[in-house]
């Protein structure tokens, strides 16, 4: 059949109508347990009550400008930046657009050196300033050459680490755990070698959190079961309950070298989407301790099967074969997760699932592992 729509990701022959929670049903009613949650976008599942509330409420009033100011604005941005330890919050549409902003605020703080560190395997979107410092040869290739010099060092290689920095250095990009890239956690000891080394050599420390982010691990943000503070920090994913949104926040040391208007969006922080992440933030406050506890539920009943890798609701469980036949038989008994970097079984359910629900989807995935 002739279709319009590019295929740029691998679809599943699954068409989704409607969800509750953490399910989703297709259009014969068939429901199925979501450990995916959007790719980690739906952190309070669907049909939460506050997010529908706050989006009839805001309804009337959706998008104003960048031209114009808004009762919700100054309020995510003072809680982003709570949470984060940082100064200032700019809004943005994505992640990869939050990591666009990234790059240029590290190219006017350490103008004129622009040299990049980024590491083997990562990812950080598909513009080309993102695919720039993606430490994939599979995304890069096809847009090379990129204007950005860029070293890219194997994660957790310290070593490798300390031999990448030089005088020319502007700035280091990392993501504490991987998604893309396998969910593979970095170290805390590489973590705290990354920010001792920008801060020796006046670069800025760049965690993209937008996967890891947001009460994913079980903290605010994964750099800090490191104990580390960042320059800069990009988030997107669940921020506004479903709804495209993305923000970095920094340090003022790094906003005094930004010009005014070096980078805005006419869409990106407008009121609707700040008056759904007010409810996030909120919910996400009393939620950390519950990410933490089923994390640990579903790591334990996943360890059964082999290694796990990752922190509280964001787990990988490496195969020693291709994913996506158990992604399939899984699909098929009524689960939802997916795989990365072709052997990685990738779990990223919605932070309200519950105890039995993990059961549940621990129960669906044996069966579909021996099918």
Not at 60 to 81: D, K, N, R, T
Not at 146 to 167: C, K, Q, Y
Not at 248 to 265: C, T
Request: proline share 6%; net charge neutral.
């Amino acid at each position: 059949m002739k279709t319009h729509l590019l295929p740029n990701s691998r679809r599943q022959p699954l068409t989704i109508v409607s969800g509750d929670g953490c399910y989703v049903s297709d259009a014969d009613g068939r429901r199925y347990l979501d450990m995916l949650s959007g790719i980690g976008v739906n952190a309070l599942g669907h049909n939460h009550p506050r997010i529908l509330k706050a989006i009839a409420e805001q309804a009337s009033c959706m998008h104003i400008s960048p031209l114009y100011q808004h009762p919700y604005q100054e309020p995510v941005a003072a809680g982003l930046c709570r949470i984060s330890g940082m100064d200032r919050a700019l809004f943005t549409n994505s992640g990869t657009e939050s990591t666009e902003a990234a790059l240029k605020l590290v190219r006017c703080y350490a103008r004129p050196r622009t040299h990049m560190i980024a590491l083997q395997g990562s990812f950080h979107g598909r513009s080309r300033g993102g695919l720039s410092v993606a430490g994939q040869a599979s995304l890069r290739g096809p847009f090379e050459p990129f204007a950005l010099p860029v070293t890219f060092v194997p994660p957790n290689d310290e070593a490798a680490l300390r031999a990448s920095f030089h005088g020319a250095i502007a700035g280091m990009i990392l993501e504490p755990i991987l998604g893309e890239g396998g969910v593979l956690p970095l170290t805390a000891s590489y973590l705290q070698l990354a920010q001792e080394l920008c801060s020796r050599h006046d670069a800025l420390l760049i965690a993209d959190e937008c996967q890891c982010g947001l009460g994913r691990t079980g903290r605010y943000f994964a750099f800090q079961w490191a104990g580390i503070q960042p320059d800069i920090v990009t988030v997107a994913k669940p921020l506004a309950g479903g709804l495209p949104m993305g923000a970095v926040m920094f340090s003022e040391a790094v906003a005094e070298r930004f010009p005014d208007g070096a980078h805005a969006s006419t869409c990106a922080g407008g009121p609707l989407v700040c008056r759904v992440a007010l409810e996030f933030l909120d919910e996400l406050d009393k939620l950390l301790p519950h990410v933490a506890a089923m994390g640990e539920l579903l790591r334990a009943g996943l360890e059964r099967w082999g290694e796990v890798r990752g922190k509280g609701l964001m787990l990988g469980m490496p195969r020693a074969v291709p994913g996506n036949a158990v992604v399939d038989a899984a699909r098929e008994l009524g689960l939802l997760i997916n795989c990365t970097q072709s052997t990685v079984l990738r779990f990223l359910p919605p932070y309200v699932i519950s105890a039995g629900q993990v059961r549940e989807g621990l129960s669906l995935l044996e069966k579909a592992l021996i099918s």
